[in-house]
């Protein structure tokens, strides 16, 4: 047997997951992206500490070195890569790259004659704008695909072809001045909100990201994993749930997560039973929700505070009961495969030892627990918060080496070297991470420009004729756009799309039936469905990643990650029905982990229902009783409505829920044979 204590990990997420579609430069060509690369970050730190600029410049000269890197690394097309690292940078392409850093800045550049002749554009706003428009959902195409700026360009059709639209979906139109400068010409379009995010705090996280993968915090993880987890039932399974959960604290990334974590875990959970396709099932779920967890949440996070007009921890503080009420009904489905496959854990003398692990990787907890401080504690902004982290994790990189290179009676001088070269390629590594980032939230700002010149009231009444008034049926046509639209599309530009188009209009659409919903559980509801569109068949990109990597098809890998999936999907419709679950008006930190551990026990009673197992197989009955569990502890507000005629006892309840969930136990253990697991 494999001793996987001392395994050597797999590469960097970004690397290996951005390496089979960007040139593979060599010579001056790769030190030039490296340049540029390196610059961008350094550009980032300086706003972030002692450069002040205006907002316009820094959103102009971020998405300039976005477009910069796009055309740089990433080919015209996604075949013949081989060709493309052969021949290098192509003229046509460092030709794009200057028109695109031009046309990004020419808003900063001229912004005091563009703001004198705003509704009355020049020929050359109207050319520069056009070029500029073109080039983005060009780099976008290349970086992202082609969904996002296909989606992007029928919202531009639309938006002159309205007039001529049957009148149920008839939009007033536009002209192509007012086309051109509200995309590309003001704050309204292009330049908007979700790239100001990306531009003032994405970016650090990002990079912080990037910093902690090159100083080998990923590689800790797992291993910190794997040493607490790795011995029990289907031990690998819950190890990659946890380094998923880790990882996705600082990655935001369901492909990333995969290529880091699952290519270590996977082939684990398959040599101790799982089938290859539900080892890459779960992988997939994991990887998914490790979106959901704070403080990044896949770059959502920073975009919803700006568009709810929130402070950022109240975000942090909605999505964290979901999140963690997501991952414990995931580790309780593993339990239920290894429970139905007869699984067990591997050999404690195989599994890293839990102090080693420790002695070894404690640094990397010190920058996380930072960061987290200065956020919740002290309350600083996550810009200042997460500039700190950086900084510190930095001197942790300077000195990691030559502190190992003194104890091991090495010369200081070359492990020196290294740490600075390892923070260096760290600045590039976070620059080019962005790209897709800054892309997509860029070409997302121009169907957020459409929808804010008229197009808004329209969703809302469209939406409004589908779902006839029913709050319940308005949000299941939410979900089902949200995962057809997120096939396609990253989660950032998922959710920025759909919640553009129907955040308001389900909280005006709730108002006309006399329903309080939050705007900021609105936001959260669209972002839940763009993330499960990540494990979402027939395109299901990161089913795709984990089935290469456990060599099972890709469909039914989907299907299967879909389906640990589901019990990700009730929890938006039960905290659009119950806020408790995202905290809404709750301060009492009592109340608040009650709400955590009777959320987590209806999440894990609902996948016992949808998992067909639970202490034994389920009968019908069960999973009649489960689904009511589920319903009790998720919807106390419902029950107590109904028996005690006060939502507001909603809390006293919660053990109608419990008794049910007891009771059903009870039942399976009376016919669960002695033998049996």
Same mark, same amino acid.
């Given at each position: @047997? ?64 976005? =477009?910069? =890197?796009? +055309? ?30 031009? $046309? ?26 056009? %070029?500029? =428009?073109?080039? *983005? ?17 029928? +919202?531009?059709?639309?938006? +002159? %072809? #309205? ?21 590309? @010409? ?81 082939? @684990? ?10 080892? $890459?099932?779960?992988?997939? $779920? ?9 403080? !990044? ?33 995931? +580790? ?24 080693? %692990? ?13 960061? =987290? ?21 930095? *001197? ?89 639209? #997120? ?28 329903? %309080? ?75 608040? !982990? ?17 998992? #067909? ?48 969930? $007891? ?15």
């Amino acid at each position: @047997m494999t001793d996987t204590r001392d395994t050597p990990l797999p590469p960097e997420a970004s690397e290996a997951d951005e390496g089979a579609r960007t040139r593979a430069l060599t010579g001056l060509s790769a030190r030039i992206v490296f340049v540029i690369a390196v610059l961008w970050s350094l550009f980032q730190l300086s706003i972030a500490s002692w450069w002040i600029l205006d907002s316009v410049t820094i959103r102009c000269v971020h998405l300039s070195f976005a =477009l910069m =890197l796009a +055309f740089l690394t990433y080919p015209w097309r996604r075949r013949g890569y081989a060709d493309a690292a052969a021949t290098g940078i192509s003229r046509v392409d460092l030709v794009l790259a200057g028109l695109g850093a031009l $046309a990004a800045l020419y808003l900063a550049l001229d912004y005091v004659g563009i703001a004198g002749r705003q509704g009355s554009p020049i020929l050359r706003d109207l050319l520069t704008g056009f %070029v500029m =428009l073109l080039l *983005l959902l060009e780099a976008t195409r290349r970086v992202v695909g082609p969904a996002l700026p296909l989606i992007c360009s029928l +919202f531009c059709i639309y938006s +002159f %072809v #309205g007039p001529h639209m049957p009148h149920v979906i008839s939009f007033k139109g536009v002209s192509l001045g007012r086309f051109v400068g509200q995309m590309t @010409m003001s704050t309204e379009g292009i330049y908007g909100i979700p790239l100001h995010v990306s531009a003032s705090v994405v970016f650090l996280f990002v990079l912080f990201g990037a910093m902690l993968e090159k100083a080998g915090a990923g590689a800790f993880f797992l291993r910190l994993a794997l040493s607490l987890l790795g011995g029990f039932r289907g031990g690998p399974a819950k190890a990659a749930i946890l380094s998923s959960a880790s990882t996705g604290l600082f990655s935001g990334s369901s492909i990333a997560n995969i290529v880091t974590t699952g290519t270590f875990t996977i082939p @684990m959970m398959k040599r101790v039973g799982y089938p290859a396709k539900k080892a $890459a099932a779960i992988e997939v $779920a994991a990887s998914t929700d490790g979106q959901l967890m704070p403080p !990044i949440m896949g770059a959502a996070a920073f975009i919803i505070a700006e568009y709810v007009n929130v402070p950022y921890l109240e975000v942090v503080k909605a999505a964290a009961i979901p999140a963690l009420a997501s991952y414990a009904a995931l +580790f309780y489905i593993t339990h239920l495969e290894a429970c139905k496959l007869g699984l067990r854990g591997l050999p404690r003398e195989e599994l890293p030892r839990l102090r080693s %692990v420790l002695s070894s990787g404690w640094h990397y907890l010190v920058p996380l627990a930072f960061l =987290l401080y200065q956020l919740i504690v002290l309350r600083r902004s996550p810009d200042a918060s997460v500039f700190n982290g950086i900084w510190l994790l930095a *001197l942790i990189m300077l000195i990691q080496r030559p502190i190992r290179a003194l104890a091991k009676g090495e010369p200081m001088a070359p492990a020196l070297r290294l740490g600075v070269e390892q923070i260096m390629q760290a600045l590039s590594r976070g620059a080019r991470n962005m790209v897709a980032v800054a892309l997509a939230t860029a070409a997302a700002g121009v169907i957020v420009g459409v929808v804010t010149m008229g197009l808004g009231g329209l969703v809302t009444e469209v939406i409004d004729v589908l779902s006839g008034g029913n709050i319940l049926l308005m949000l299941i046509i939410t979900a089902i756009a949200s995962l057809i639209l #997120g096939m396609g599309l990253p989660t950032t530009a998922t959710y920025i799309v759909m919640a553009s188009l129907t955040a308001r209009a389900m909280v005006e659409l709730a108002a006309w039936n006399d329903f %309080v919903m939050p705007l900021l559980a609105a936001h959260l509801f669209c972002f839940y469905f763009g993330i499960l569109a990540d494990d979402t068949p027939p395109v299901g990109l990161a089913a795709y990643a984990a089935s290469a990597i456990a060599r099972s098809a890709p469909i039914p890998t989907g299907l299967q990650g879909f389906m640990y999936d589901i019990r990700t999907a009730i929890i938006p419709f039960m905290f659009v029905y119950n806020t408790d679950i995202i905290l809404h008006g709750i301060t009492s930190w009592p109340l608040g !982990i009650l709400i955590l551990v009777m959320t987590s026990a209806g999440a894990c009673s609902f996948a016992a229902a949808t998992q #067909g197992w639970f202490i034994t197989r389920n009968r019908w009955y069960d999973t009649v009783l489960l689904l009511a569990a589920t319903f009790s502890l998720m919807r106390p507000d419902f029950i107590a409505q109904t028996l005690l005629g006060d939502p507001a006892l909603r809390h006293a309840t919660y053990p109608i829920g419990l008794t049910i969930l $007891a009771a059903t136990c009870l039942l399976q253990r009376a016919r669960r044979s002695p033998n049996s697991s």
